[in-house]
């Protein structure tokens, strides 16, 4: 059975950081692009940040400058360092990826339970 475990939210003043982390653990044969989406009240999901296996990234113009997202392929995580927040990144931010989890499977996503980030003063 394949988790995504994310860690690292909460409350932060505008103008801080926080940093999120999101571990793939269970039976995984390949780890494919990994991602964090964002789903504000009231508002769809939202793709934030991804990067692919080989480590390249793309970013959602709302974040260029302020995100990086990075990956440890040996730990199948993926991080995502917000600095400068603003009281609009306020969300529920998910982690996604796309992985093998079995040999003979097809490439399947799976998505962490969430975590909250709050920026507030």
């Known amino acids: 059975q394949v988790q995504l475990v994310e860690s690292g939210g909460g409350l932060a003043q505008p103008g801080g950081s926080l940093r999120l982390s999101c571990a793939a653990s269970g039976t995984i044969v390949s780890v494919n692009t990994m991602a964090w989406y964002r789903q504000a009240p009231g508002q769809e999901r939202e793709l934030v940040a991804g990067?692919?296996?080989?480590?390249?990234?793309n970013y959602a113009d709302s974040v260029k400058g302020r995100f990086t997202i990075s990956r440890d392929n040996n730990r199948n995580t993926v991080y995502l360092q917000m600095n400068s927040l603003k009281p609009e990144d306020t969300a529920v931010y998910y982690c996604n990826s796309l992985l093998i989890p079995q040999v003979g499977r097809p490439w399947t996503a799976y998505w962490g339970q969430g975590t909250q980030v709050t920026v507030s003063s």
């Open positions: 990067i692919t296996k080989g480590g390249m990234p």
